[in-house]
């Protein structure tokens, strides 16, 4: 990945947080039902454990406008502004996801229907392995909910994800200079694809989620780097041996498999010490945060990984 530019963004461009509804008449229904079910106790999505004051982090939003024109979706180019710039003619319906692989029940999902599960907000920290920052109001549902609907078999170990490959509506897939090779892959321990703080996100702000930011379905993995955090999933398939990830396969020196925010553990070619959070400070001397390990959701994951040696599992 390049190197970290300082963005463009002025810190008074603060976006009030609240709820509204998608302009997009089909996530209209489907949010403003799930929005009304949220605390109801619906059958599913039932996370086990997760304090909720780690569902809202409570720091200052990034600013929406931020959050939307700032972006690493190399599908779109591999500039910051490109995804926003390029991503007009994507289109995010309709859609379906495929799950497959070692489940009792594999099953193709309409998007229409991954819609009905209960949708929550979920106010996430998200670092970049380039060193920024933001703080993003997502709606979504635990992935455990769509898991458990496929039954996973007792040999599955780990969760692969892929993206969509359209060069037709993707400029970065279609043209001489491919960044990377596509499908853009990931993947995750079971254990890890089913921990309560890991959401399918549909939505941002309150709104369908941005074809930017990954419409209309990406996961979000709040401890880890961006990365790891797959945009416009179209299949997701139970393995059991740890899958491979593009950005492993594109340098597996400078990323791993885990890719867990570690603040002692230095990409090769810069510190992981700290951070600047986008929309805060100005373009000079803007002053860094100190990152925080797991992103700061250390209490919730950290014994996720017990005994096991993260310096070498980076
Ligand atoms: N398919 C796909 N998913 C992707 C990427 C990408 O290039 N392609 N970039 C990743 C990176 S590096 C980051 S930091 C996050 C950025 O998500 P955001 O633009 O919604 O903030 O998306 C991740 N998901
Ligand atoms: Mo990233």
């Not at 495929?98 to 009905?116: A, R, S, T, W």
């Not at 993995?221 to 396969?249: A, C, D, H, M």
């Not at 090769?268 to 803007?286: D, L, N, V, Y």
Request: one cysteine or more; charged letters at 20%; hydrophobic letters at 35%.
């Amino acid at each position: 990945m390049p190197a970290y530019r300082p963005p463009r963004i002025p810190a008074s461009d603060i976006t009030p947080h609240h709820i509204y509804l998608s302009r997009r008449s089909f996530l209209g229904s489907a949010a403003t039902a799930g929005l009304a079910l949220a605390g109801g106790g619906g059958a599913l999505a039932a996370p086990l454990a997760a304090s909720p004051s780690s569902f809202k982090v409570n720091e200052p939003l990034t600013p929406k406008e931020a959050v939307t024109t700032y972006n690493n979706f190399y599908e779109f180019g591999v500039n910051k502004e490109d995804p926003s710039q390029n991503a007009g003619a994507f289109k995010p319906t309709p859609w379906s996801v495929k799950i497959d692989g070692m489940v009792g029940k594999p099953k193709v999902f309409g998007l229409e229907e991954l819609m009905k599960i209960k949708q929550e907000e979920r106010t996430y920290r998200m670092r970049c392995v380039e060193g920024w920052s933001m703080v993003i109001p997502w709606i979504g549902f635990p992935l455990a909910a769509l898991l458990d609907q496929v039954e996973p078999l007792g040999s599955a170990k780990y969760v692969s994800f892929e993206t969509v490959v359209r060069p037709e509506e993707m400029p970065g897939q279609g043209g001489f200079f491919q960044p990377l090779p596509w499908p853009y892959i990931e993947g995750l321990r079971l254990d890890e694809a089913r921990h309560p703080l890991t959401i399918l996100a549909t939505g941002l702000y309150g709104e369908t989620l941005p074809n930017q930011n990954g419409a209309p379905i990406r996961l979000v993995v709040p401890w880890k780097y961006g990365f790891k955090s797959i945009k416009s999933i179209v299949r997701i398939s139970l393995v059991e041996k740890q899958p491979e990830t593009t950005w492993k396969n594109s340098n597996a020196r400078e990323y791993g498999f885990y890719s867990n925010v570690n603040p002692a553990v230095d990409h090769p070619r810069w510190s992981q010490a700290t951070e600047q959070r986008i929309g805060e400070g100005g373009f000079f001397g803007a002053k860094r945060r100190a990152t925080l390990p797991f992103n700061g959701y250390a209490d919730q994951v950290a014994s996720l990984y017990q005994g096991l040696d993260l310096k070498a599992n980076y």
